[in-house]
């Protein structure tokens, strides 16, 4: 089957820097996305990796290995508005369609 | 505003009572889809539509439908509840199935079925 798989929990303290791991098992991949969750809200999107490296977005940066089936979120001088859940989402294609299929997400806790 | 809406916010219904939740966006995506989210599971995509008349299953399908007659609207239907849909669902667009994957959620409607 499909599937990805990340940390349930991570906890670091207030500006350290923390990777939220995740490794993926599906067909037909068309790219690594991640998403940011607060309690009660929606999810938002953070980052996309299409090819193998790391893009970096601010504080947020998101790295891909494809031959490894893995990538990361690395989120540096963390803050306490950085609690949040994190899910990482693969685009998968089947025949011919994509769909989406997205980790069951790290809750992240950043202690003052 | 760029913004994807869903309607009812917060539903409380009993089993077998027919009910829609509406979806709209007005970014002109052609992507639109519906999640389920349960603790512990994460988001797990229950349909999708690449376009107006295009729709297709995802990992969740069993007990709803889905319709895309306009491009901005996907409306999720369920014909007959049951407690198992207690959740939170989501409703989420983009541009296309393809490229930059960045999907935009609604706030997501919290379902409970009695």
């Known amino acids: 089957g499909q599937s990805l798989e990340q940390p349930s929990e991570v906890t670091a303290v207030e500006g350290a820097i923390v990777q939220i791991n995740c490794t993926y098992q599906?067909?037909?991949?068309?790219?690594l996305s991640w998403y940011q969750q607060h309690d009660g809200g929606a999810p938002t999107f953070l980052s996309y990796n299409a090819l193998d490296g790391l893009e970096e977005t601010g504080r947020f940066s998101s790295f891909l290995s494809r031959s490894d089936s893995y990538g990361y979120l690395l989120l540096q001088e963390l803050q306490m508005k950085d609690s949040a859940s994190y899910f990482c989402?693969?685009?998968?294609?089947?025949?011919?369609?994509?769909?989406?299929?997205f980790g069951t997400g790290t809750r992240l806790k950043v202690l003052a | 505003e760029a913004q994807v809406t869903q309607n009812p916010r917060y539903l409380i219904t009993v089993t077998g009572k027919k009910l829609t939740v509406t979806c709209s966006q007005n970014?002109?995506?052609?992507?639109m889809s519906w999640y389920r989210q349960d603790p512990g599971l994460g988001l797990r995509q229950i349909y999708y539509?690449?376009?107006?008349?295009?729709?297709d299953k995802g990992d969740v399908p069993e007990g709803y439908k889905v319709s895309r007659k306009e491009k901005r609207n996907f409306p999720l239907i369920l014909e007959s509840p049951s407690p198992n849909q207690t959740s939170l669902y989501f409703c989420a667009s983009n541009p296309s199935g393809k490229g930059r994957n960045e999907q935009f959620f609604g706030p997501g409607t919290r379902l409970t079925v009695l």
């Open positions: 539509s690449m376009n107006v008349e295009v729709t």
């Open positions: 989402a693969v685009r998968a294609t089947t025949s011919g369609t994509y769909k989406y299929i």
């Open positions: 599906t067909s037909g991949f068309y790219g």
């Open positions: 970014m002109n995506h052609e992507y």
